[in-house]
C-alpha cells in the first residue's frame, strides 16, 4: 500500500468523523454476497447465486423483470432465477442484482432521494451503455467488467451525497459559480476529489482494481488493439461522461472529438443504445425512474437523424465500385473492424440496393450460443435490431443455423420466409431475405442478413457476386487482424 494510499484513506477518515460517523459506509449482507460471487468466480456457481437473489423477494422480481425487458429481448418468457441465469449467463445476472441490491441500499440510506434517484438513473443508464458498447464492439472488452465499471464510476458522488449531504450541496454550489467540480470538491473534501472517494470507499468494499481504476477521469485513449485496460476504461469515461451532457445540455463535440475513433462510436448509435437501455430500467426502478424520466432521448434521436439524412444523400451517390476502391484503400494502413463493417453495411445498402442490412455475430449466452444483430443499416429501428436475435439449437438446427454451420449463402423468396426461425417471422414477412455466412476456417462466425421488399425484383446474379465479393474481403480482414494479433 502506497503513501498516497494511506494519505488519502485517512483524509476520509477525517471527513467522516466530522459527521460524527466512526468509520467508512459499510454495505449490506446480501450486496457482499453478491459481491463474493465477482471476486471468487471460480467456486462460485449457478445454484449460489440464484440463491442468493431468491433471498430477497423485490430482489428477485426485478431480476425477472429486467430479464423478460425489451433491453435482452430474448422472445422467450423466463419465469425463474436460474432460468435468467442459464438464458444470459452468470456475469449478466449476478452484474443485474449487484447493481439493483446497491442501488436499493442507496435509496434507503439517503436523504435527498430526488437528487439521489437523479444520481442513480444516470450511472445504471451509463452502465447500461457501456455494456451494450463493449457487447458490439471488436474488443477484447468483457461487456459484464464494462458494466460494473461503468455503474460504480460515480461512486464518491453517491457516497458524498448520501452521507455528506452538506458538503455536497456546497459543491454544487461552487461549480454553479464555474468552479470545477474537481476544485470545489478538493476545498470542501481535505484535499479529495469525488474519484478519491469512490476509490477509498472501493477498496474498503475490497472491489476489484478495474472497478478502481474506471475511477479516473479523462483516461488516455488506447494507442494499440491490445491495450484492453484503456479501452475498457474509454468506455466507462465515455458512457458516464455522454449521459452527463446530455443530462446537463452540454455539448458533447470534446467526447466525439477524443472516443469516436477508438470507439469506432456515432452519437446516433449511443443515443439508440440508450432508449432500448431507458425503456427496460423505467419498468423495474421505481426509485431511479423520475431520474430517468428527465432524458428526452428521442427528441435528441430525431435532431441527430436530421443531420444524418443530409450526410446520407452524399453516401447515396456512391456506386458500388466508389465503396470497393474505399474498402480496399482502409484496409491498406491499420484499419479497425469497427469501421471496416459499417462501410460494408453501406456498400449493400447504396451499392448494391437492398433495403436493409443486418451484420450478426455468434456469441455465447449461458450454455448455449445466439446470433445476435450488432450493426444494422436501412429500413430497420433500433428495436428491431436489438430484437434480431437466433437461438441455435443442439438437437434441432434452423435454417440459419445451417447457414452458418455449412457456410452456406441462402436465398429465400417472400412465399419461403416461413421456413427461418420465428425469432425473425417479425422482420421478414414480405420481404425477399438473403443469408450471407461470414466463415473462418470453415467455421461460421458472424452473418450478413439483407433483405429487400417483395414488390422490389430479386438481386441479380451479378448483385449476388458483388455481396459475395464484399463478404468474401471482409472474412480477409478478420483473418488479417486475427494474424495481427
Known amino acids: 500500500m502506497t503513501d498516497s494510499h494511506l494519505s488519502s484513506k485517512g483524509k476520509l477518515a477525517d471527513v467522516f ?24 468466480k471460480r467456486s462460485a456457481n449457478y445454484d449460489d447465486l440464484a440463491r442468493i437473489i431468491l433471498k430477497d ?44 441490491a446497491l442501488f436499493d441500499d442507496f435509496i434507503q440510506a439517503g436523504v435527498n432521494t430526488e437528487e439521489i434517484s437523479e444520481l442513480l438513473g444516470r450511472s445504471f443508464l451509463a452502465a447500461l451503455l457501456a455494456r451494450s458498447i463493449a457487447e458490439s464492439r471488436y474488443l477484447k472488452v468483457l461487456p459484464e467488467e464494462a458494466f460494473i465499471c461503468g455503474l460504480m464510476r460515480n461512486l464518491g458522488k453517491i457516497i458524498a451525497c448520501i452521507y455528506l449531504p452538506v458538503i455536497y450541496s456546497s459543491i454544487k454550489n461552487e461549480t454553479a459559480k464555474g468552479v470545477s467540480e474537481d476544485e470545489a470538491a478538493m476545498s470542501l473534501l481535505d484535499g ?10 472501493a477498496i474498503f468494499w475490497n472491489m476489484t482494481e478495474s472497478v478502481i481504476r474506471c475511477m479516473e ?73 423520475p431520474g430517468i424520466l428527465k432524458f428526452d432521448f428521442r427528441k435528441r434521436l430525431e435532431e441527430i437523424q436530421a443531420r444524418s439524412a443530409l450526410e446520407a444523400s452524399f453516401v447515396r451517390g456512391k456506386s458500388v465500385d466508389d465503396f470497393w ?79 452458418l454451420t455449412m457456410c452456406k449463402d441462402i436465398a429465400l423468396a417472400a412465399d419461403k420466409v416461413e421456413a427461418l426461425p420465428d425469432e425473425l417471422q417479425f422482420l421478414v414477412a414480405y420481404r425477399t431475405v438473403y443469408l450471407f455466412p461470414v466463415c473462418l476456417k470453415e467455421k461460421g462466425i458472424a452473418l450478413l442478413y439483407l433483405d429487400r421488399s417483395q414488390e422490389k425484383p430479386r438481386l441479380a446474379s451479378d448483385q449476388v457476386q458483388q455481396v459475395r465479393r464484399f463478404r468474401d474481403f471482409a472474412q480477409q480482414a478478420i483473418e488479417m487482424k486475427s494474424k495481427k494479433e
Open 192 to 201: 479529495l476529489t469525488y474519484a478519491g472517494v469512490g476509490r477509498e470507499v
Open 325 to 403: 476502391r474505399e474498402t480496399q484503400e482502409m484496409v491498406k494502413g491499420p484499419f479497425r473492424l469497427n469501421d471496416f463493417f459499417p462501410l460494408l453495411l453501406d456498400a449493400f445498402c447504396f451499392g448494391v440496393g437492398v433495403d436493409r442490412a443486418v451484420f450478426a455475430m455468434l456469441q455465447s449466452r449461458g450454455e448455449g450460443k445466439v446470433l445476435i444483430g450488432q450493426l444494422g443499416r436501412g429500413d430497420i429501428t433500433p428495436d428491431q435490431l436489438k430484437k434480431f436475435q437466433v437461438a441455435f439449437s443442439r438437437t434441432t438446427p434452423n435454417l440459419v443455423q445451417k447457414s
Open 217 to 289: 477521469p479523462d483516461p488516455p485513449v488506447p494507442e494499440s488493439d491490445h491495450d484492453v485496460e484503456k479501452y475498457l476504461h474509454s468506455i466507462v469515461d465515455f458512457s458516464n461522461r455522454y449521459v452527463d451532457c446530455l443530462w446537463f445540455q452540454h455539448s458533447i463535440e470534446p467526447l466525439t472529438e477524443k472516443y469516436g475513433y477508438p470507439l469506432s462510436l456515432d452519437e446516433q448509435e449511443a443515443v439508440e443504445m440508450l432508449i432500448v437501455a431507458t425503456q427496460a430500467s423505467e419498468t423495474i426502478f421505481d426509485s431511479i425512474r
Open 17 to 40: 468523523a466530522k459527521i460524527n460517523m466512526s468509520e467508512l459506509p459499510a454495505m449490506s449482507a446480501h450486496v457482499q454476497e453478491l459481491l463474493a460471487l465477482t471476486s471468487d
Open 57 to 100: 423477494f423485490s430482489l428477485t422480481h426485478k431480476v425477472l423483470q429486467f430479464a423478460n425487458s425489451a433491453y435482452y429481448a430474448l422472445g422467450q418468457k423466463v419465469s425463474t432465477v436460474s432460468m435468467a441465469v442459464a438464458v444470459l449467463g452468470f456475469d449478466t445476472v449476478r452484474d443485474l442484482a449487484l447493481g439493483i
